[in-house]
């Protein structure tokens, strides 16, 4: 359940929506990378919550099962 903070790029922001499963900042935005860091150390509890969340997500999104399941529609 480790915290993610990663760079709003590409299609992240379809997986990820900040503070629910990982936090997430503009790309090149070093200020606001660093409020989301200094977030999570200063309420590390909810932060690993968030991070447990992604976790669960990551299982379900990119699982062998789902990603067969989406390939096989096409």
């Known amino acids: ?3 993610v903070v ?3 790029v ?3 922001s ?3 929506k900040d503070g629910e499963n990982a936090y997430l900042f503009p ?3 070093h200020e606001v990378l ?3 860091l200094e977030y999570i150390f200063l309420h590390y509890p909810e932060a690993v919550q968030v991070g447990l ?3 669960k997500l990551t299982h379900e999104v990119f699982s062998y099962q789902f990603q067969s399941g989406r ?3 096409y």
Do not use: M
Request: net charge negative.
């Open 6 to 8: 990663s760079a709003d």
């Open 27 to 29: 790309p090149n935005d």
């Open 34 to 36: 660093a409020r989301k």
């Open 1 to 3: 359940g480790q915290p």
């Open 53 to 55: 969340q992604g976790r």
């Open 71 to 73: 390939i096989l529609e």
């Open 14 to 16: 379809d997986f990820i």
């Open 10 to 12: 590409g299609e992240v």
